[in-house]
Structure formats: C-alpha cells, structure tokens
C-alpha cells in the first residue's frame, strides 16, 4: 500500500471513531436524559444554525426557530424535522436583519422583533409578509417579544431600557420603565413572557432580577439572588429567555439551566447541564408535552434541543397567587 493511500484509510478511520463516537454521546444524552432530540449545528444549510435566538411553537405543535445571524425563520416539526424556511437580510419590508425573538399571534402568524430595523414584523407561518409594527420613532434596539391572550405585542427594548405595548393593530398601547437599578427601572430587559392573567414577567439582565407586572406596567413582584437561592457555587446570575406553560408556571433559563419560578422566588430545577445543555438562550413550552430550548455560543452551540415535559410533575410548585401582592 502507497504512503498516499495510507493516510486515506488512517483519516477515514478517524473520521468514522469520530462520527461514532458523537453518535454514542447523543445516545447516551437520549437514553439518560428528559431529552428527546437535538437539532442542527452551525451552518447555513437547512435545519442549520447560526446563533440562534427566539423559539415558539404553533398550535400544531411546530417549532419556529429565529435563527438569527442566518437573518432567517426555520420552522421544523414538532419532532424536530425541518419543514421550510424564509427570510434574507435586508431593509425592505419582506426581509430582515438579525430577528431576536419570535412569538405567535393569536391567529397564528409569526410575530418577530426586527433588531437592527427596529421595528416588529408579523409574517404568515408559511413566511409572506403581512405587517410591520413600530420603527425607529418606537424602538431604539427591540429584542424580547411575547403576545398577550387577547393579540396585544409586548416588546422589550434593551437600549431604551423599557418595556412597549403595541395594541392589535400595531400602534403603542403604553410603556413603563427606564434604565436604572430600581425595583421597578431595567438594566437589558432581554426576554419577556406574559401569562394567561396577562401579567407580563421581564427577565431584567443586568439588574439579574425577574420582574412580574400588572399589564398597566405596575409592579406585582420582583425576585433577584436572594430569592432564587441558587447553589453556593453559582454568585452569578445571567437570566436568559422565559415562558408560560398552560398551568401558569413560569420557567426561565438561568445559567446553564432551566428552571421553574416557585412562588416564593426559588428557582427549581427541571433541565440542567446533564441534560445537554451548555449555552441555552430561549425557551418556550408546547402543549403536547414539549419544551423546546435554543442554545447558542461563538463556538460549537448553534442548536435546538427538545425536552419532555409533564405540566402535572409540576403543579404542586406554583400558582399565580404569589403574583398579587403590589408593591
């Protein structure tokens, strides 16, 4: 055998122990976790990532990835099979550059904060244009968006340190906040949720507090390190995305986990690194058992990972009670 021909077969022996190898480790993840499957990588192909961002979920059960710096919607089964895609980067009205978060309508359009054109688009889930929403005399930077049980848009933006309200229609309902460390100011108020009663909860990362507000924008409750009686270990708090499930439980990423809010403010655990995850960044709760989470770093995380999820396991945990003291 050539010199040639020998590193060949060396390098395809390498390369099959390193396919094998990555198919038993997601094996293993399978077999010992509340995982049910991961999907994609960094790339531009499809069912491919590149810092993926928002996660929702249709009424169908079909997850809507914003891929962000692909400048792109993916929408996939809910098994995880990718579907179709649509978006390019640009400025006119059918396009986008860099999507953040996504949320569905409540007649089931697709509802996404265009970041650098900083406004909202709503588009069809087969990806026609339908409205856009805002624009720079509204927004500075949107980025968290959530729809309310009756169609309203609530917005953050985390350069103008608020949350914005936008009626069904599109025009600004009202705002609350500003940049500041007070109970009721925001420091990047990145990702936001609002709950069947129509509070509205802001993961307020640079105050790393979680914030619940009467739908005015009035204080309810606030919960900080104090509360969240985190492991010793973990003295800092990065806050990522949030959501509701059909019971009224708030789960949250927090670190490289994910947790459900407790009525007092105690963060409890239901996916953790053990689980597979590293970087997650969103989060969002499907009604046929699922939660889906994005995850994404500069390195090797441009993924989304889909996780059983009992409401029932959960319900002695939470009711919205906590939420009606006014402060």
């Known amino acids: 055998m050539s010199c040639v021909s020998l590193i060949i077969v060396r390098a395809m022996y390498v390369l099959k122990r390193l396919f094998r190898t990555e198919q038993a480790s997601t094996k ?26 928002g996660v929702a979920v249709t009424k169908a059960g079909d997850i809507v990835v914003a891929d962000t710096e692909n400048h792109r919607i993916q929408i996939f089964s809910p098994e995880g099979v990718f579907k179709y895609k649509f978006g390019v980067k640009g400025s006119k009205p059918e396009q986008m550059s860099y999507p953040m978060c996504i949320a569905m309508t409540t007649d089931e359009c697709i509802a996404l904060t265009d970041s650098v054109n900083a406004c909202v688009k709503v588009f069809s889930v087969t990806g026609v244009f339908k409205e856009k929403f805002g624009g720079n005399d ?81 204080l309810l409750r606030t919960f900080s390190l104090n509360e969240f009686r985190l492991p010793a270990e973990e003295t800092f708090v990065s806050l990522q ?86 402060i």
């Open 28 to 53: 293993a993840e399978l077999d010992q976790s509340k995982l049910v499957r991961k999907v994609g990588r960094k790339g531009k192909g499809k069912g491919n990532f590149n810092m993926p961002c």
């Open 138 to 218: 509204v927004f500075e930077f949107p980025y968290g968006i959530a729809i309310s049980p009756d169609n309203y848009m609530i917005v953050t933006d985390i350069c103008k340190h608020c949350v914005v309200v936008l009626y069904p229609s599109g025009g600004v309902s009202h705002t609350f906040g500003c940049y500041g460390d007070h109970v009721r100011e925001f420091d990047h108020p990145y990702f936001v949720a609002v709950n069947k009663n129509k509070q509205i909860i802001v993961s307020d990362a640079g105050n790393s507090a979680i914030k619940i507000f009467h739908f005015e924008g009035k």
């Open 241 to 326: 995305g949030l959501c509701t499930d059909t019971d009224g439980n708030t789960i949250v990423i927090c670190n490289s986990t994910v947790y459900i809010l407790t009525k007092n403010g105690r963060l409890w655990e239901i996916f953790t690194p053990k689980d597979g995850l590293s970087s997650p960044k969103c989060v969002t709760f499907s009604p046929l058992g699922r939660v889906v989470v994005t995850q994404s770093n500069f390195d090797d995380r441009h993924e989304m990972c889909i996780y059983r999820y009992n409401v029932e396991d959960y319900k002695p945990l939470n009711t919205l009670v906590y939420y009606a003291i006014s």
